[in-house]
């Protein structure tokens, strides 16, 4: 890697601006994890198709896409990929093609006890799990969320907020992952019931937003058994993005199921407390631990029955990852 980068400076490429290329997932919170560190960068991004299993075809695609965007001045190539969908193999090739013009870079949410191969290939890893000299170690994981978003979502929905109860509780919804489906009517009641407890007490409003992956009578017995609040409720599904990031921006604590790792850290983004559900029966041992991580920060605790405010301090992942980037090519 420190070769490829004297050969940048060398070429001067450290002046151009780099071509961005984002790895295309089906994954939600994956790609948004990559789009949003490209827009963080601020250089003109697009997204790449996945490798479709012909490696030759796939290469002369991407050489005829950097060709035709570089209007001959080489400039250097970062890619972004990550977990998801398995690419590691393929989008590593990649590195034999455009040499020392491209930094691989790959985000890492959830990576297996075994690693594969030919990570170490990469120019830059970002992950909560691992650390090294060309690891990003992170607390929580990136995504797209910003400052201005959060400033622009906050007085766009203010109608519907101002007028609530304070304190603004904001419960934040995941649902079942491909490894843990433990998101069922027992455990939504069971969440209701710790919800409750911090919620009642303090006498202010609690407002629910679920997500894709919340299971339909998951979310009907978890609505069933906060009876007695002042509780406010909008699907995810049939609302624009900006009423999530408006409760983010409004609320004054947060309570996160810990299945959502986007979710938890887009509530420690705010700097604001968030509580999270660790329960066992609804979330992966990764999860436990990469939260965890947050919870040692001091940005989260576990959820209990009982909340006090605490002191807390913002966590910003994806601009950890935007440094390393701007270090590694001298942009």
Known sequence: MQTALRTLENHDRSMQPPQVWIVDSAYTGELNARIGLAERLGYPYEIIPLP??????????????????????????????GTGEETTAEIADLKGLFHDRLLNVYLASILPDELHPRLKEYDLIASPQLVGANIV???????KLTREILANARKQH??????????IIGLLLGGNTRYCNGFDETYATGLAQ????????????????????????????????????????FDWRQTEQSQYHALLAHADCFIVTG???????????????????????AT????????????????????TDHYEPWATVPTDPTHAIVEAIRNRMMI
Do not use: W
């Open 194 to 233: 710790r919800v409750f407890a911090i919620a009642k007490p303090l006498q202010g409003s609690l407002v629910i937003s679920n997500s894709r992956r919340t299971p339909g009578n998951a979310q009907t017995a978890l609505l069933d058994n906060l009876t007695g609040l002042d509780c406010h409720f």
């Open 137 to 143: 170690s992170l607390v929580g994981v990136p995504h």
């Open 284 to 303: 992966e041992s990764y999860h436990r631990d990469i939260v965890g991580k947050l919870i040692d920060s001091g940005a989260a605790k576990r959820l």
């Open 52 to 81: 479709n299993g012909d490696a030759q075809n796939y290469q002369q695609m991407l050489t005829e896409r950097y060709a035709r965007n570089s209007q001959d001045k080489d400039p250097p190539l970062l890619i972004i990929s």
């Open 259 to 281: 299945d959502s790792l986007s979710m938890c850290s887009e509530a420690a983004f705010t700097g604001k407390p968030v509580l999270v559900d660790m329960s066992e029966d």
């Open 158 to 167: 203010e109608d519907y907020f101002k007028p609530l109860a304070k304190p």
